[in-house]
């Protein structure tokens, strides 16, 4: 059993930035995919970044390639999603999630581990 609990959501004005942190109730260092969705009311959820082997390999949407940086911290086992040139369209819960292997789609249905989700909001 993994436990996920995300922080660091807020609000923030277009083109700021924010780190969202996850933290995992178990070490998830190695052996797990680790990666940030995202959803707003009405849509499905979607993804954002994943992270494997401590950084080993990563992935982006190409929504937020260049802005967003996952990144992990292998002594705690926290993820991080660090967000920079944050726009209006970034606007969404985020959510933290888990699976285990290697990282392959990044797609909802592919994890298991789910936490709470942080809402970030970006006005223009």
């Known amino acids: 059993q993994v436990l996920l609990v995300e922080s660091g959501g807020g609000s923030v004005q277009a083109g700021g930035s924010l780190r969202l942190s996850c933290a995992a109730s178990?070490?998830?260092?190695?052996?797990?995919?680790m990666g940030w969705f995202r959803q707003v009311p009405g849509k499905e959820r979607e993804g954002v970044a994943s992270i494997y082997g401590g950084g080993y390999s990563t992935d982006y949407a190409d929504s937020v390639k260049g802005r967003f940086t996952i990144s992990q911290d292998n002594a705690k086992g926290t993820v991080y999603l660090q967000m920079n040139i944050l726009k209006p369209e970034d606007t969404a819960m985020y959510y933290c999630?888990?699976?285990?292997?290697?990282?392959?789609?990044?797609?909802?249905?592919?994890?298991?581990?789910w936490g709470q989700g942080t809402q970030v909001t970006v006005s223009s």
């Open positions: 178990r070490s998830v260092a190695y052996g797990y995919c």
């Open positions: 999630a888990a699976r285990f292997g290697v990282c392959g789609r990044l797609v909802q249905t592919d994890f298991g581990y």
